[in-house]
């Protein structure tokens, strides 16, 4: 197995090294290819105050992890990325180890993985992705990264756009709502699950989907947040 190549020095950061994970994390997800990450989108997804996030940028500047100017932003560095990556695969690849190792339900794997992805070693992460026999996508069909810090970008489109007639498969969903997860879950409606679009009301109005054999009126909220591709040899 190659050795990983050796990732940015936190220890700069003392205590708040987990913080400034967070933070790297969060702006990853934030920046939208070569696109900066506005300071209150950063804020917001972290649930704390313009004043911190504005010195937590600066630190990050410091650090060499990310850089920041007045009305473009924040984005990350080459050393940035290749932490926020690393901290992406550990979540992703607990999230899945609690699912398979330990019967965790897919509702509860990211609140646990929040918690224990600052704290494993490089020989866990190699040794849960061994039991997991190398996997390349988390419970809720989100990629996990590579060892080497490679992860691809496939777009999917939202179940809300697809219209009558047409057969998708659901290839992931958005996992920061855990009732919407057991939601789905009670429907059968998880990755790689078949789903026929049936009817669609109008103004945004509810989809009804067939999932196996039950058919399901389902609203915005849900369809918003189930992304699929359509199905080859399928006429739309």
């Known amino acids: ?14 205590s708040s090294s987990q913080a400034i994970q967070d933070y790297i994390k969060a702006i990853f997800k934030l920046q939208h290819g070569d696109d900066s990450a506005s300071l209150s989108a950063v804020a917001e997804k972290l649930g704390v105050s313009a004043a911190s996030v504005s010195g937590m940028v600066k630190k990050l500047d410091k650090l060499g992890l990310a850089t920041h100017s007045r009305y473009q932003g924040v984005a990350l560095t080459p050393p940035g990325r290749k932490v926020a990556l690393e901290m992406i695969r550990h979540h992703r690849l607990i999230e899945l180890y609690l699912q398979k190792a330990l019967g965790y339900t ?3 794997v990211d609140a646990e993985a929040e918690r224990l992805e600052h704290v494993i070693s490089e020989e866990m992460e ?12 988390d419970p809720h069909g989100d990629p996990i990264p590579t060892r080497d810090g490679y992860m691809p970008t496939i777009m999917y ?13 659901i290839r992931r969903v958005k996992d920061s709502d855990a009732d919407l997860l057991r939601y789905l879950g009670s429907l059968g409606m998880y990755p790689d699950v078949v789903v026929e679009v049936l009817d669609k009301g109008p103004f945004n109005g509810p989809l009804v989907v067939r999932v196996s054999a039950a058919e399901h009126s389902l609203g915005a909220k849900v369809t918003d947040s189930v992304f699929v591709e359509t199905i080859a040899g399928v006429p739309a």
């Open 1 to 14: 197995m190659p050795k990983k190549t050796p990732g940015p020095d936190l220890s700069l950061a003392g």
């Open 106 to 108: 897919w509702d509860k």
């Open 126 to 137: 190699d040794a849960m992705a061994a039991f997991l026999e190398q996997p390349t996508h």
């Open 157 to 169: 489109d939202p179940l809300s756009t697809i219209q009558p007639g047409q057969t998708v498969r």
